[in-house]
């Protein structure tokens, strides 16, 4: 069977490091005042006794019903055979269409390219071979699991059988590959 | 900006102004082209000149949008990849396809016209002096010019297809709410392509009228043109009754309100209807605002439907 790559952040481990940040622009060498995955801060929210704040993952959800792959004119933008959503910066023009598809705000125009640019699981350097992630392997609070969905026996497949995952914007039927665990959060 | 700890990276416009003016300009150009061929088609007297000013402003208008459409891509270089690689459940992808056609057709039909009164003086042998009065008159095509009538009919599905994909393009952004909205709330059937044909029937007819200005008889385009402003304030109440109030206000309310209502509809139609009832020649202030507020208005709903998510 086909592997579907997913990730789950587990946000009450998250404490904001940015670590993942930083190690996401090591990795891809992402140009200047641009992120393919960033975690800003949500709140506080509330007031006293019922405060919160989180820190929120947010990179390209890799939706497996993908806006961005449907509206892309030359088919630069599509699945490939892990259910991973990728950009071929070779057929890409930089129309900008899936900028303005994509509901998570997870794409840019990659200045030195002129190409889409977002977040790639790091497939090619890395979870073609085996690894995952380097936001993943450089989480400092242990918040990002990263694996096949479809394999039972795999950590996020296990993690996501016993925790509740939600999905950012479920509305647009977009169907993420990055699951949200709250628990403990909100 | 701080990312650490706190907003995110402010939200960038994708689609900006050039844009904008990309969707104006092939609005103007489906919609001149429209007037000029249906004219040219079906009209009983047919004003040359009107038929010229409507034939030769769709080249230009949609090379300049063309021009722009590329210069904003983040790879100009590359735009040829947009027709070798298609994607059939992509808008643009498809869109390109027409309005390439459409663009040809429009010059092929701009050279016929160009053309034309040449071998109408031929054709009865009068100085091109005679040319108006002759056009009035039918004469048996020949040569190139029996293509003009065929030209016009394609030409005219072509510019009914590149005005309602301009629509199209934007309403097929799911995840868009403004861009998305339905028509009438009916699922399905999407807004935008409405309202963008209807101004671009509008924008064109106004542009070509300009272009036509000394001509004699134009009470039927008049009148045309004040229905056309009819339907879209209509078109436009339904869209500020079907979508968040939100959109309507903030930075946008100003362009909203001055420059797609009062100057592009409610100023037009009022000086329309004095000017045809008092049979006044307000043609170059009607018109002119009637363009300024189509611009408006693309400018409008591209913006709106970034600014708010
Ligand atoms: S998050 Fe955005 S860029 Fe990523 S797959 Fe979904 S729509 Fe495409
Ligand atoms: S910018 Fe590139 S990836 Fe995005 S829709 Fe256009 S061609 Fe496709």
């Not at chain 1, 947010?58 to 509206?71: F, G, I, L, T």
């Not at chain 1, 997870?106 to 790091?122: L, M, P, S």
């Not at chain 2, 230009?60 to 298609?86: C, E, M, Q």
């Not at chain 2, 209807?273 to 693309?298: D, E, F, Q, T, W």
Request: hydrophobic share 50%; glycine share 8%.
């Amino acid at each position: 069977m086909a592997k579907h790559y997913a990730m789950a952040v587990v946000v009450a481990k998250c404490i904001g490091c940015q670590a993942c940040t930083v190690a996401c622009k090591f990795q891809n060498n992402v140009p200047e005042g641009q992120y393919r995955t960033k975690t800003p801060v949500v709140g506080p929210k509330g007031t006293f006794p019922n405060v919160s704040m989180y820190f929120e993952k947010q990179a390209c959800q890799m939706c497996q019903n993908a806006p961005c792959v449907e509206v892309c004119p030359t088919k630069a933008s599509h699945y490939n055979e892990a259910g991973v959503v990728l950009v071929d910066v070779d057929k890409c023009v930089g129309c900008k269409y899936c900028l303005t598809a994509c509901p998570y705000d997870a794409r840019f125009i990659n200045k030195d390219t002129g190409a889409a640019d977002k977040c790639t699981f790091c497939w090619e350097a890395r979870v073609s071979k085996g690894q995952v992630p380097a936001c993943v392997s450089t989480c400092v609070g242990g918040a990002l699991v990263f694996g096949d969905e479809k394999d039972s026996n795999s950590e996020i497949a296990k993690l996501l059988s016993k925790n509740k995952g939600e999905v950012r914007k479920e509305e647009f039927g977009t169907r993420p590959s990055i699951y949200y665990i709250f628990e403990g959060v909100k | 900006m701080d990312i650490t700890w706190g907003a995110s990276a402010s939200h960038e416009i994708a689609w900006g102004g050039m844009i904008a003016v990309y969707l104006f300009l092939a609005g103007i150009a489906a919609g001149a082209f429209l007037t000029a061929a249906l004219t040219d088609l079906f009209g009983k007297n047919r004003p040359a000149k009107l038929i010229r000013a409507g034939a030769y402003i769709p080249p230009i208008a949609i090379v300049v949008g063309l021009l722009l459409l590329v210069f904003d891509l983040g790879r100009p270089l590359s735009f040829w990849k947009l027709i070798f690689n298609v994607n059939f459940s992509s808008v643009m992808s498809l869109g390109t396809f027409i309005i390439s056609i459409f663009t040809a057709v429009a010059l092929v039909y701009a050279y016929l016209i160009w053309a034309w009164p040449v071998a109408q003086a031929r054709g009865i042998q009068i100085t091109v002096a005679g040319v108006e009065a002759a056009a009035a008159r039918e004469v048996p095509a020949s040569g190139l010019q029996a293509l003009r009538k065929p030209v016009a009919v394609v030409g005219s599905l072509l510019a009914f297809g590149t005005a309602t994909y301009t629509g199209f393009l934007l309403s097929a952004v799911s995840t868009n709410t403004f861009w998305s909205v339905p028509f009438l709330g009916i699922s399905g059937v999407p807004f935008l392509p409405f309202l963008f044909l209807v101004s671009a029937i509008s924008t064109g007819l106004a542009a070509t009228l300009i272009g036509a200005i000394d001509c004699s008889d134009l009470t039927l385009y008049k009148k045309v043109d004040i229905v056309l402003l009819a339907i879209e304030i209509l078109l436009l109440i339904i869209l500020y009754t079907s979508v968040s109030s939100a959109f309507f206000q903030g930075g946008l309310a100003n362009l909203f309100w001055i420059g797609v209502v009062v100057i592009g509809l409610l100023l037009p139609l009022i000086l329309a209807i004095y000017g045809v009832s008092k049979h006044k020649n307000l043609v170059v202030p009607v018109c002119g605002m009637v363009v300024v507020g189509g611009l408006a208005l693309r400018y409008f709903v591209v913006y709106a439907g970034q600014m708010v998510r």
